[in-house]
Protein backbone atom coordinates (compact mmCIF):
# COMPACT_ATOMS: atom_id res chain seq x y z
CA UNK A 1 0.00 0.00 0.00
CA UNK A 2 2.83 2.50 0.65
CA UNK A 3 4.09 2.43 -2.69
CA UNK A 4 0.48 2.93 -4.19
CA UNK A 5 -0.52 5.34 -1.65
CA UNK A 6 -0.53 8.39 -3.65
CA UNK A 7 -1.86 7.18 -6.38
CA UNK A 8 -5.07 5.42 -4.79
CA UNK A 9 -5.38 9.01 -3.04
CA UNK A 10 -5.42 10.53 -6.19
CA UNK A 11 -8.00 8.33 -7.46
CA UNK A 12 -10.31 8.28 -5.12
CA UNK A 13 -9.96 12.39 -4.19
CA UNK A 14 -10.78 13.32 -8.18
CA UNK A 15 -13.75 10.35 -8.28
CA UNK A 16 -15.38 12.04 -5.49
CA UNK A 17 -14.55 15.54 -6.71
CA UNK A 18 -15.86 14.71 -9.98
CA UNK A 19 -19.35 13.28 -8.51
CA UNK A 20 -20.20 16.14 -6.43
CA UNK A 21 -19.91 18.36 -8.78
CA UNK A 22 -21.69 16.05 -10.98
CA UNK A 23 -24.33 16.17 -8.65
CA UNK A 24 -24.39 19.87 -7.83
CA UNK A 25 -24.52 20.92 -11.84
CA UNK A 26 -26.56 18.18 -13.20
CA UNK A 27 -28.52 16.45 -10.53
CA UNK A 28 -29.35 19.64 -8.52
CA UNK A 29 -29.11 21.93 -11.31
CA UNK A 30 -31.74 23.90 -10.90
CA UNK A 31 -31.18 24.16 -7.53
CA UNK A 32 -27.71 24.95 -7.00
CA UNK A 33 -27.94 27.20 -9.51
CA UNK A 34 -25.13 25.56 -10.75
CA UNK A 35 -24.52 24.68 -14.62
CA UNK A 36 -22.11 21.99 -16.30
CA UNK A 37 -18.97 22.58 -18.06
CA UNK A 38 -16.59 20.03 -19.00
CA UNK A 39 -13.51 22.42 -18.74
CA UNK A 40 -14.33 23.49 -15.61
CA UNK A 41 -15.10 19.36 -14.74
CA UNK A 42 -11.31 18.89 -16.26
CA UNK A 43 -9.83 21.38 -13.82
CA UNK A 44 -11.84 20.26 -10.95
CA UNK A 45 -10.45 16.56 -11.41
CA UNK A 46 -6.59 17.54 -12.10
CA UNK A 47 -6.75 19.61 -8.66
CA UNK A 48 -7.91 16.75 -6.77
CA UNK A 49 -5.71 14.15 -8.39
CA UNK A 50 -2.86 16.64 -7.31
CA UNK A 51 -4.24 17.11 -3.85
CA UNK A 52 -4.54 13.68 -3.36
CA UNK A 53 -1.71 12.71 -4.76
CA UNK A 54 0.13 15.36 -2.40
CA UNK A 55 -1.77 13.54 0.47
CA UNK A 56 -0.72 10.47 0.19
CA UNK A 57 2.40 10.88 -0.31
CA UNK A 58 2.76 12.78 3.12
CA UNK A 59 3.59 9.60 5.12
CA UNK A 60 6.11 8.55 2.92
CA UNK A 61 8.75 11.49 4.21
CA UNK A 62 9.37 9.83 7.33
CA UNK A 63 11.49 7.23 5.86
CA UNK A 64 13.81 9.53 3.89
CA UNK A 65 17.34 9.69 4.78
CA UNK A 66 18.58 13.30 6.11
CA UNK A 67 21.08 12.99 3.10
CA UNK A 68 18.35 12.75 0.73
CA UNK A 69 16.36 15.67 2.43
CA UNK A 70 19.44 17.65 2.03
CA UNK A 71 19.58 16.39 -1.62
CA UNK A 72 16.56 17.97 -2.59
CA UNK A 73 16.39 20.67 -0.48
CA UNK A 74 19.58 21.75 -2.66
CA UNK A 75 18.32 20.85 -5.81
CA UNK A 76 14.96 23.04 -5.00
CA UNK A 77 16.93 25.78 -4.15
CA UNK A 78 19.54 25.75 -7.51
CA UNK A 79 16.29 24.93 -9.65
CA UNK A 80 14.13 27.53 -7.76
CA UNK A 81 16.73 30.77 -8.45
CA UNK A 82 16.97 29.40 -12.61
CA UNK A 83 12.78 29.31 -12.63
CA UNK A 84 13.63 33.30 -12.28
CA UNK A 85 15.82 33.26 -14.45
CA UNK A 86 13.93 31.33 -17.35
CA UNK A 87 10.79 33.72 -16.26
CA UNK A 88 12.83 36.26 -17.76
CA UNK A 89 13.53 34.22 -21.13
CA UNK A 90 9.72 33.54 -20.91
CA UNK A 91 8.82 36.95 -21.17
CA UNK A 92 11.36 37.68 -24.09
CA UNK A 93 9.62 35.35 -26.13
CA UNK A 94 6.45 37.04 -25.95
CA UNK A 95 6.32 37.84 -29.54
CA UNK A 96 6.29 34.05 -30.80
CA UNK A 97 2.35 34.30 -29.16
CA UNK A 98 1.48 36.77 -32.21
CA UNK A 99 3.00 33.91 -34.68
CA UNK A 100 0.94 31.38 -33.38
CA UNK A 101 -1.15 31.37 -30.14
CA UNK A 102 0.81 29.05 -27.57
CA UNK A 103 3.70 28.31 -29.32
CA UNK A 104 5.61 29.96 -26.59
CA UNK A 105 4.18 27.44 -24.03
CA UNK A 106 7.02 25.01 -25.91
CA UNK A 107 9.45 26.78 -23.09
CA UNK A 108 7.19 26.33 -20.42
CA UNK A 109 8.41 22.61 -19.39
CA UNK A 110 11.97 23.64 -17.84
CA UNK A 111 9.35 24.98 -14.53
CA UNK A 112 8.36 21.19 -13.87
CA UNK A 113 12.18 19.96 -14.06
CA UNK A 114 12.45 19.53 -10.04
CA UNK A 115 9.46 17.18 -10.45
CA UNK A 116 11.61 15.03 -12.54
CA UNK A 117 15.57 15.07 -11.36
CA UNK A 118 14.62 14.75 -7.84
CA UNK A 119 12.66 11.63 -7.76
CA UNK A 120 14.55 10.16 -10.09
CA UNK A 121 17.47 10.23 -7.99
CA UNK A 122 16.53 9.88 -4.60
CA UNK A 123 13.47 7.59 -6.39
CA UNK A 124 11.04 7.60 -3.21
CA UNK A 125 7.40 8.58 -3.21
CA UNK A 126 7.02 11.97 -2.32
CA UNK A 127 10.10 13.44 -4.34
CA UNK A 128 8.37 14.83 -7.30
CA UNK A 129 5.78 16.69 -4.83
CA UNK A 130 8.55 18.16 -2.60
CA UNK A 131 11.56 18.58 -4.93
CA UNK A 132 8.89 21.08 -7.04
CA UNK A 133 6.65 22.81 -3.94
CA UNK A 134 10.23 23.58 -2.67
CA UNK A 135 11.33 25.07 -5.93
CA UNK A 136 8.54 26.74 -6.69
CA UNK A 137 8.59 28.34 -2.73
CA UNK A 138 12.63 29.38 -3.91
CA UNK A 139 11.35 31.52 -7.14
CA UNK A 140 9.04 33.02 -4.56
CA UNK A 141 11.21 33.98 -1.66
CA UNK A 142 14.03 35.12 -5.17
CA UNK A 143 10.63 37.73 -6.01
CA UNK A 144 9.35 35.58 -9.16
CA UNK A 145 6.86 37.46 -10.74
CA UNK A 146 3.41 35.28 -9.89
CA UNK A 147 3.70 35.61 -6.34
CA UNK A 148 2.21 33.26 -3.80
CA UNK A 149 0.30 31.64 -6.91
CA UNK A 150 3.69 30.21 -7.73
CA UNK A 151 3.40 27.30 -4.79
CA UNK A 152 -0.29 26.13 -5.82
CA UNK A 153 1.49 25.84 -9.63
CA UNK A 154 4.51 24.01 -7.63
CA UNK A 155 1.94 21.72 -5.36
CA UNK A 156 -0.22 20.70 -8.62
CA UNK A 157 2.94 20.40 -11.19
CA UNK A 158 4.43 18.17 -8.76
CA UNK A 159 1.15 16.35 -7.63
CA UNK A 160 0.34 15.61 -11.40
CA UNK A 161 4.36 13.99 -11.35
CA UNK A 162 4.09 12.26 -8.48
CA UNK A 163 0.77 10.36 -9.60
CA UNK A 164 2.81 9.33 -12.98
CA UNK A 165 5.61 7.68 -10.45
CA UNK A 166 2.98 5.86 -8.30
CA UNK A 167 1.63 4.24 -11.21
CA UNK A 168 4.44 2.40 -12.11
CA UNK A 169 4.89 1.41 -7.53
CA UNK A 170 8.06 3.81 -7.68
CA UNK A 171 10.10 1.08 -9.86
CA UNK A 172 10.31 2.38 -13.36
CA UNK A 173 12.64 5.41 -13.88
CA UNK A 174 13.24 4.95 -17.40
CA UNK A 175 13.24 7.95 -20.23
CA UNK A 176 9.70 7.09 -20.99
CA UNK A 177 8.46 7.28 -17.22
CA UNK A 178 10.39 10.60 -16.61
CA UNK A 179 9.00 12.53 -19.62
CA UNK A 180 5.24 11.08 -18.72
CA UNK A 181 5.56 12.57 -15.58
CA UNK A 182 6.60 16.27 -17.17
CA UNK A 183 4.01 16.04 -19.44
CA UNK A 184 1.74 15.26 -16.76
CA UNK A 185 3.12 18.25 -14.82
CA UNK A 186 2.50 20.00 -17.87
CA UNK A 187 -1.02 19.41 -17.40
CA UNK A 188 -1.14 20.78 -14.03
CA UNK A 189 0.04 23.38 -15.03
CA UNK A 190 -2.72 24.50 -17.23
CA UNK A 191 -5.26 23.92 -15.00
CA UNK A 192 -3.64 26.59 -12.70
CA UNK A 193 -3.04 29.12 -14.86
CA UNK A 194 -6.57 28.20 -16.18
CA UNK A 195 -8.25 28.98 -12.64
CA UNK A 196 -6.46 32.40 -12.47
CA UNK A 197 -5.61 33.87 -15.66
CA UNK A 198 -6.65 32.13 -18.93
CA UNK A 199 -10.82 31.31 -18.35
CA UNK A 200 -11.53 33.88 -21.06
CA UNK A 201 -9.28 32.00 -23.65
CA UNK A 202 -10.42 30.43 -26.40
CA UNK A 203 -11.02 26.54 -26.41
CA UNK A 204 -8.92 26.34 -29.64
CA UNK A 205 -6.08 28.20 -27.92
CA UNK A 206 -6.07 26.18 -24.69
CA UNK A 207 -5.98 23.34 -26.47
CA UNK A 208 -2.73 24.41 -28.48
CA UNK A 209 -1.22 25.74 -25.31
CA UNK A 210 -1.70 21.71 -23.34
CA UNK A 211 -0.08 20.14 -26.48
CA UNK A 212 2.91 22.91 -26.50
CA UNK A 213 3.11 22.25 -22.33
CA UNK A 214 3.07 18.31 -23.17
CA UNK A 215 5.74 18.61 -25.72
CA UNK A 216 7.58 20.91 -23.40
CA UNK A 217 7.38 19.11 -20.45
CA UNK A 218 8.73 15.79 -21.61
CA UNK A 219 11.54 18.05 -23.40
CA UNK A 220 12.58 20.01 -21.11
CA UNK A 221 11.57 18.30 -17.86
CA UNK A 222 11.54 14.65 -18.99
CA UNK A 223 14.64 14.20 -20.90
CA UNK A 224 16.83 17.16 -19.87
CA UNK A 225 15.89 16.33 -16.47
CA UNK A 226 17.23 12.55 -16.91
CA UNK A 227 20.58 14.81 -19.04
CA UNK A 228 21.38 16.59 -15.91
CA UNK A 229 20.81 14.06 -13.44
CA UNK A 230 22.98 11.52 -15.13
CA UNK A 231 25.43 14.03 -15.68
CA UNK A 232 25.81 14.39 -11.94
CA UNK A 233 26.13 11.00 -11.83
CA UNK A 234 28.79 10.51 -13.81
CA UNK A 235 30.57 12.98 -12.37
CA UNK A 236 30.45 10.87 -8.62
CA UNK A 237 28.03 13.08 -7.06
CA UNK A 238 25.36 11.08 -6.88
CA UNK A 239 27.10 7.83 -5.62
CA UNK A 240 25.44 7.80 -2.11
CA UNK A 241 21.74 7.41 -4.04
CA UNK A 242 19.40 5.39 -5.27
CA UNK A 243 20.15 6.19 -8.95
CA UNK A 244 24.14 4.66 -8.19
CA UNK A 245 22.53 1.41 -6.79
CA UNK A 246 19.38 1.02 -9.25
Same mark, same amino acid.
Given at each position: ?5 P?V?A?G ?10 ? *? @?V +??A ?8 P?? =?? $? #??? !??L??G???G ?11 E ?10 F?LL????S??W ?7 A??P ?10 F? *? @?? +??P????KP????? =?? $? #??A !? ?9 G ?6 G????G ?8 T ?19 G ?11 Q??? *??L ?14 A?? #?G ?18 A??
Amino acid at each position: MKGSRPLVYALGTAIFTLAVYYL *A @AV +VRAKAEGIAWNPIH =AA $V #LVV !LALAIGAAWGARPSFEGWRTVEIILVANLALVFGLLFVGWSMLWDAAKPLEAVFPGLRDLLYGFWFI *A @AV +VAPYIIRKPGAALA =AE $V #LAA !LAEFLAGGYWGLTLLISGLVQGGMAEIVFAATGYKKYNLGVLMAAGAAAGIGSLVVDYMFWYSQTKP *AVLAAMLVARLISGAVLAGW #LGKVIADGLYRAGALNSFAIARE
